[in-house]
């Protein structure tokens, strides 16, 4: 598996409520933001606005907060104007990484990332030299104990879902973005408890990386993480699971 995708489950498992919460929200309000000014206020017509909500509402944000959002998205209230921009760069090793960011000054924010990848051993790269190497793809996760093998193969192609596979203690199942909320929507039908859903970019092709070169990669991930900017990061590092579960 992709290191990112397992950095971004084991995180999930790991998440608590505490002084992070602000700058979740700071960020989910971002999403709601760009996705009602690019796609409209209406969530019914507006897949990426409807999984952002879902998001917020999965981290209790007040709908109050949400709706203010989609207001200032669409110009009904006024508020800071975000623009979402997508980074590409190199990390150690060789290591592609994508970033998703939102800002209200794009140069302040490519100075302060360039910062971020030149002080963890890695470079911006130019638009589309690394684009190439993701596909964007929707990954639910379901505990294998709560479900055999048939089942939740059964369930899964029957709301849409285009595969399932085994990873470890889980099954993740794969969607196009487009189904992804039909897929999860059948999964929770069924009543089978999900322990992570996104729509993610999945690198066709992982680096493996470990000792120096795998701790310098994950300081560079989580700096990226931590920018207030930034909504997303994707890479293509494959890296043990003991050496995640460590760096967080």
Known sequence: MAGHSKWAQIKHKKARVDARRSKIFNKLIREIQVAARLGGGNPDTN????????????????WENIEKAIKRGTGQLEGVQYEEVVYEGYGPGGVAFMVKATTDNRNRTTSELR???????????????????FKEMGVIYVEKSAVDEDSIYEVALEGGAEDVK????TWMILTSPTDFSD????????????????V????????????????????????LEDHDDVQQVYANFDVDVSVLEKAL
Not at 115 to 133: D, E, R, T
Not at 200 to 215: D, F, H, S, W, Y
């Open 47 to 62: 897949p990426r606005l409807r999984l952002a909500i879902e998001k917020a509402k999965e981290a209790n944000m007040p």
């Open 115 to 133: 910062h971020i990848f030149s002080k963890y051993g890695g470079n911006l790269a130019s638009p589309g030299s690394v684009a190439w190497q």
């Open 166 to 169: 085994e990873e470890e203690d």
């Open 183 to 198: 897929v999860k929507r059948t999964i929770e039908e069924a009543g089978l408890p999900i322990s992570s859903a996104q």
């Open 200 to 223: 993610t970019m999945l690198p066709q092709n992982t680096v493996r990386i470990e000792g120096k070169t795998a701790e310098s990669v994950l300081k560079l991930y989580q700096a």
